[in-house]
């Protein structure tokens, strides 16, 4: 069964400055999608960034990039600029055939 | 164009009644998923539809939920005989087809007392 690791369950960041939000996954599967998405306090599951695993680019979406080594089975978010809007809840999830399997979650505070 | 809802957002229920979650994929979308979010975890699938077919049911944590999606759009999830642990936030997702992202609505926050 795949399972997805998140070693950080706190973080926190000045605004402005950048932040790296770790993740670790486990399959036997060559093809699949990590994402991340980020949950605010009204719970609604937001996409913040989509890889799939067949890509050897990193994705990225304006101030949201990825560090996917796969070898590693590693799949980092950096958010670059950090905002007062980015305080949430970040999971990290793995998607292969069907199903999300998401980590635990990374509370991430922004400092003003 | 109009997202995942899910009705009600809130519910509040006696230990051994039943409920029962709505949603409303996106128009069209083929899959539909459930998952269960206890407090301060990540969501944990329940079940997977492609349209009307119930595809996987691996994640249903006992006999005592059912869901279902007649005609391919709207899903419903039942909890019968409901228990304090089944106390947890239930989110509904849909995707266009049978790959890619997945399209999360607002929750249901289940609370049994």
């Known amino acids: 069964a795949q399972t997805v690791t998140q070693s950080q369950p706190e973080m926190s960041v000045q605004e402005a400055e950048t932040v790296t939000l770790s993740c670790t996954y486990d399959?036997?599967?060559?093809?699949?999608?990590l994402f991340w998405y980020k949950q605010p306090p009204s719970r609604q599951m937001i996409l913040v960034i989509r890889?799939?695993?067949?890509?050897?680019q990193n994705a990225t979406e304006n101030r949201f990039s990825v560090n996917f080594q796969k070898a590693a089975k590693s799949f980092s978010l950096k958010i670059s600029d950090s905002q007062l809007g980015d305080a949430a809840m970040y999971f990290c999830?793995?998607?292969?055939?069907?199903?999300?399997?998401f980590g635990q979650g990374t509370r991430l505070t922004i400092n003003p | 164009g109009a997202g995942v809802s899910q009705s009600p957002r809130y519910k509040v229920a006696k230990r051994g009644q039943d409920v029962a979650l709505r949603c409303d994929p996106i128009?069209?979308?083929?899959?539909l998923f459930w998952y269960q979010q206890a407090l301060g975890q990540g969501p944990e699938f329940l079940t997977y539809?492609?349209?009307?077919?119930?595809?996987?049911k691996s994640g249903l944590p006992s006999d005592r939920f059912f869901a279902e999606r007649p005609e391919g759009s709207v899903s419903t999830l039942k909890i019968q005989r409901t228990q304090q642990e089944d106390s947890a936030v239930y989110l509904c997702?849909?995707?266009?087809?049978?790959?890619?992202?997945?399209?999360f609505g607002p929750g249901t926050r289940l609370t049994v007392t």
């Open positions: 128009s069209g979308h083929v899959s």
């Open positions: 539809f492609q349209n009307e077919a119930q595809l996987d």
């Open positions: 997702a849909s995707r266009p087809d049978r790959f890619g992202e997945q399209y």
């Open positions: 999830a793995y998607q292969g055939a069907q199903k999300l399997v």
């Open positions: 399959t036997s599967e060559s093809d699949y999608y």
């Open positions: 890889q799939e695993a067949y890509k050897q």
